[in-house]
């Protein structure tokens, strides 16, 4: 029960914190932001946010440290939308795994295309 109870605030403070985000920081960040997941510890104490941010390097640098320092506001504002006896300790964590599976297409369009090309010379020979 505790672990559907967990997964239940977890999805909470995503949506939540999400909204807050688009509605308060989102125009003031370099690139944009989405909550991929967040990680809730058993006593739902502490709350870790996996963020993805699309964009340039340095712009996706400067967004999440801009997110980092406004880990307190944000904190508060979600302890007024839910209501838990704690309201959650946020660490963020930039989560690449889109940027993985981008990557991991680009190579196989990559691969692919090399395919079509050695196919295209053999056949042409």
Do not use: D, R
């Given at each position: 029960m505790t672990f559907k109870r967990n997964q239940r605030v977890a999805e909470l403070i995503k949506v939540n914190l999400s909204n807050i985000i688009q509605r308060d920081i989102a125009g003031s960040l370099p690139c944009m932001a989405t909550i991929m997941h967040v990680e809730l510890s058993k006593d739902l104490k502490y709350a870790k946010v996996k963020i993805s941010f699309y964009g340039e390097e340095a712009a996706r640098k400067k967004s999440f440290n801009m997110l980092k320092r406004k880990i307190r506001i944000l904190r508060k504002?979600?302890?007024?939308?839910?209501s838990l006896r704690l309201n959650p300790?946020?660490?963020?964590e930039e989560d690449l795994s889109l940027d993985n599976a981008f990557r991991v297409n680009?190579?196989?369009t990559q691969i692919k295309e090399n395919e079509e090309s050695n196919e295209g010379q053999i056949t042409g020979t």
């Open positions: 504002q979600l302890g007024k939308v839910i300790v946020l660490t963020f680009e190579l196989l």
